[in-house]
């Protein structure tokens, strides 16, 4: 064998700390961005005030009982639902997909895996590789750190997919827990071989991971809901316009400004907090274009809604959508992750406009539509005697041309609190 030097040239996606910091800005809600902002200010001499026109007291939900169309469409979805909700976008056997699904499950709710490879497979009758191979699936879905099986890994796991990885910070995950919570660089440089201000930004990236990624995938809980946008109808035409809290403003403090002395001791300090806020308003930028990209693609798919009204909603995919803006699944479920926009039809959240379709003569009708129909017909059926879920799937097929399993006529109607016939009918007797 003769020794060989080969020169490859690739690329690389390497993520730094204002990319990862434009990614979690993404997924903020008007209100949570808001705070985050308010927050840095509270460490930053330069801001001055944050000023977002915020009006919550309107967008106060009237009662908790009470809900709008957007929120009649799905029940919430676990944070094993979500997961297995990704595995579409990853590749691998469809023999193995149970085996997968049973790992999504044995995680505990702050997203750890909870149980060994050996009583895995076991438990699967399968081998001890395809647990392994399943677990690396499972690693690689949304939020990073999913599918660790300690703390140590759930950060490594995150650096990874940050590409801020090297080799010797496992070994100072796995030894040296406390040199990273002290910031001890000295040491740090020392085991690593590295400059002291490499290792700070180590330290730095390790600060950004998530101890608890399971966390991010519960649902929110909101007092408020603050839409971005309002879609409205203007001289025939449907338009978009953001409100101002969808984008704060941030004021610079002009004392601090017009201290560029380079003598001066505290320069440099107040050029790093310059810095700082480029990179927040460039995050901040981001994010809105982003969000206005992905709600007018959706005002493009979704027009026979706006125009006509519920029944007209259209099947329409996370999917779908990224290919036709030419961006990743994850940034759009980012964008639209706890998004709202003001609609003739009230506030919705940007994720109903999403929708899953049943196939028909026709084509595909949204679920959403089905479900319409269904709350007509039980509105308007006989009193005496109310329609069964095989009456309501007769009547979708002869009426609309929308073919669907009388299973799936029950679990709409379970969805829309509906009772079943039987109930329908001791009700109305009494």
Not at 39 to 47: G, T, V
Not at 288 to 296: D, K, W
Not at 399 to 404: G, S
Request: net charge negative; charged share 25%; hydrophobic share 35%.
């Amino acid at each position: 064998m003769k020794q060989k030097l080969n020169l490859n040239q690739s690329l690389q996606w390497k993520m730094n700390q204002s990319l990862v910091q434009s990614i979690n800005i993404l997924q903020f809600s008007s209100g949570e961005l808001l705070e985050y902002i308010k927050e840095i200010a509270k460490e930053n001499p330069l801001i001055e005030e944050v000023n977002s026109d915020m009006d919550w007291v309107q967008y106060r939900p009237a009662s908790p009982e009470t809900f709008s169309i957007g929120e009649i469409n799905t029940a919430e979805m676990s944070l094993y639902d979500q997961l297995k909700s990704q595995l579409f976008t990853i590749s691998y056997p469809e023999s193995l997909k149970p085996i997968i699904e049973f790992g999504i499950d044995s995680l505990n709710e702050d997203g750890y895996l909870e149980i060994d490879l050996r009583e895995w497979a076991d438990k699967c009758d399968t081998t001890i590789e395809n647990a392994a191979y399943a677990l690396e699936k499972i690693q690689s879905l949304e939020p990073a750190g999913i599918g660790a099986r300690n703390l140590q890994e759930c950060i490594l796991l995150q650096l990874k997919q940050a590409n801020n990885f090297e080799p010797f910070v496992e070994e100072l995950l796995e030894n040296h827990l406390e040199l990273i919570a002290n910031a001890d660089l000295e040491a740090i440089s020392e085991i690593g071989g590295i400059a002291a201000e490499r290792a700070g930004l180590i330290i730095e990236s390790i600060k950004l991971c998530h101890p608890k990624p399971g966390k991010l995938l519960e649902p929110p809980e909101p007092d408020y809901i603050i839409p971005e946008a309002s879609i409205f109808k203007e001289n025939g035409e449907w338009k978009l316009s953001f409100y101002r809290w969808s984008t704060p403003k941030i004021t610079l403090n002009p004392t601090y400004q017009r201290l560029n002395d380079p003598m001066h001791e505290a320069t440099d300090y107040l050029r790093e907090k310059q810095k700082e806020i480029e990179q927040l308003q460039q995050a901040i930028g981001y994010r809105g274009n982003t969000i206005e990209l992905v709600i007018r693609k959706i005002m493009e798919k979704q027009y026979l809604f706006f125009e006509h009204g519920t029944y007209m909603i259209q099947s329409l995919t996370l999917r779908e959508i990224a290919e036709e803006l030419g961006l990743h699944i994850s940034t759009i479920s980012r964008a639209i992750s706890q998004k709202y926009v003001q609609t003739i039809h009230g506030v919705l959240p940007l994720k109903f406009f999403l929708q899953r379709g049943v196939k028909n003569e026709n084509g595909t009708t949204a679920s959403f539509a089905v479900k319409q129909l269904m709350k007509e017909m039980i509105l308007h059926e006989d009193k005496q005697s109310p329609l069964s879920d095989e009456a309501i799937k007769r009547k979708l097929m002869n009426e609309f041309q929308i073919e669907v399993a009388r299973r799936t006529v029950m679990k709409y109607r379970d969805q829309l609190r509906i009772p079943s016939s039987i109930k329908r009918r001791e009700n109305r007797r009494n």
